[in-house]
């Protein structure tokens, strides 16, 4: 069955440093991949997404994410975090037909 | 409007009362999405709509919640003798076909069953 894992319920980082979210899905084909933002109080906003190609996707606001076969994951990083980044972020899969599986979420906080 | 409507934003209820929540998707969006996302849960499928097609409606808990939506465009789920357990945000999204295609969200109705 197609599933994403975020193993990292909440990540606390330095504004500046650099922050990498882990995401690994269970999927038989070729997967579409998605990477999602929630802010306090609003509704998921889409960062970036692989269909195919090439493997390392740039998104909004920074963000970028590879995808890796061979490891079934599709981590999100940026090099320098900023306090406005604190927020919940998700992953997601495209499966088969109309269904996207999330993950649980990773909750991100940042510190001065 | 240019996003995802939602409404209410907030809606408390009591425990054995029916709620009624609406979503405006996106003009010319045909598929049309239901989530529940629970405190400290990720997203859980609910139900889904893609143009004139029947409804999968698969992710539905128990036989107290339904979804339909009129003419293609506006959706309202219900979920009739509330529980406690119902109590979450439940959050709405359409997108232009399917799997393949962007997801846009609404902010979501924010449901508190006493």
């Known amino acids: 069955a197609q599933s994403v894992t975020q193993p990292d319920i909440h990540i606390t980082v330095s504004e500046g440093a650099s922050l990498e979210l882990r995401c690994n899905y269970s999927?038989?084909?070729?997967?579409?991949l998605f990477w999602y933002v929630q802010s306090p109080g609003q509704g998921l906003q889409l960062l970036l997404k692989y269909f195919s190609g090439d493997t390392l996707v740039q998104g909004i606001k920074g963000f970028e994410a590879e995808f890796k076969r061979s490891q079934s994951s599709f981590n999100l990083r940026k090099p320098s975090v900023h306090w406005s980044d604190a927020a919940e972020y998700f992953c997601a899969v495209g499966a088969g037909g109309f269904k996207t599986i999330f993950g649980a979420g990773t909750r991100l906080f940042v510190k001065a | 409007g240019a996003g995802v409507s939602q409404s209410p934003s907030n809606k408390v209820t009591e425990k054995g009362k029916d709620v009624e929540l609406r979503c405006d998707p996106i003009?010319?969006?045909?598929?049309l999405y239901w989530y529940r996302q629970s405190l400290g849960q990720g997203l859980e499928f609910l139900i889904y709509f893609q143009g004139n097609s029947a409804p999968d409606k698969s992710g539905l808990p128990s036989d107290r919640f339904s979804a339909e939506r009129t003419g293609g465009s506006v959706s309202t789920l219900t979920i009739q003798r509330t529980q406690q357990e119902d109590s979450a945000v439940y959050l709405c999204?359409?997108?232009?076909?399917?799997?393949?295609?962007?997801?846009?969200f609404g902010a979501g109705t924010r449901l508190s069953v006493l």
């Open positions: 999204a359409s997108s232009f076909r399917d799997r393949g295609d962007i997801q846009y």
């Open positions: 003009s010319g969006h045909t598929a």
């Open positions: 999927y038989g084909a070729t997967p579409y």
